[in-house]
């Protein structure tokens, strides 16, 4: 075990090759093998465990985000059918409803298991992603990739990631207003279609977008929250992770929260299928 405020050692944890999944772990194993597992070699004092507090599921909040019985004209979708993940994928990528698709490479649709019970909510592709057209695919999607397979015990392949946007705003730029308004219908048809059983917001773009809220990541994070019928948590994106290794903590109280809401136990099996 290590004291708090020094640096990993090499018998401290697993090593990289054995991430922190598995039954048989204490707490605080965990934690240290999750701050491993996140790309740091330093424990950050203290080490209570995180109080968290959970509400109620709140009612879905009243919201005009189109449905995927609602989509848009322009899709050429019929408004009395649910469209199929292929159908959208294909608008998706000849969709010009917004400027970015001038600037974009490729759209970038979803990662994952269409009849997943996971779905991770990005904000919207970078330049991998552009390149690749997967989502989280740089530096901050392998930090994702790491917390899903070495913090939940899940293969990434069995959860389903996508973006608000499918296009990449230039510079990495938040969302503008018009092209969240545009571009959101696919988002929402694409949780209709996967029916997860939860949702997990990363960072505030995502989590203001489907919440309908202006409040930041900060104050949403850490409850339970509902986006019709369903629940939905709020993290860290991964990218602030990245730049605040701090917050590291509270991301792993979050994937705990997940975790308890999903009946999961905290230390879940190894590579349960989800
Ligand atoms: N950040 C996001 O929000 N989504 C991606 O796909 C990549 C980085």
Redesign the pocket.
Known sequence: MLAAGRPLGQDDVMNDAEPARGPGLDDRSRLEAWIRALGSDFMIPPLERPQLEVTPLEPAAATDLPTATNMPAATGIPAARAPSLEELASHVAHCEACPLHTQRTQT?FADGDPAARIFFV?????AD?DRTGV??V?K??QLLSRMIEGAMGIARKDVYIA?VLKCRPPGNRNPNPEELASCGHFLQAQIERVDPEILIC??AVAAQHLLQTDLGAGKLRGKVHQHAGRPLIVTW?P?YLLRNPNAKRESWADIKLVLRTLGWNEDPPPYQQC
């Open positions: 970038v990005g904000e919207g592709p970078g992603e989502p989280f740089g901050a999607g973006n990363l960072g994106h990218a």
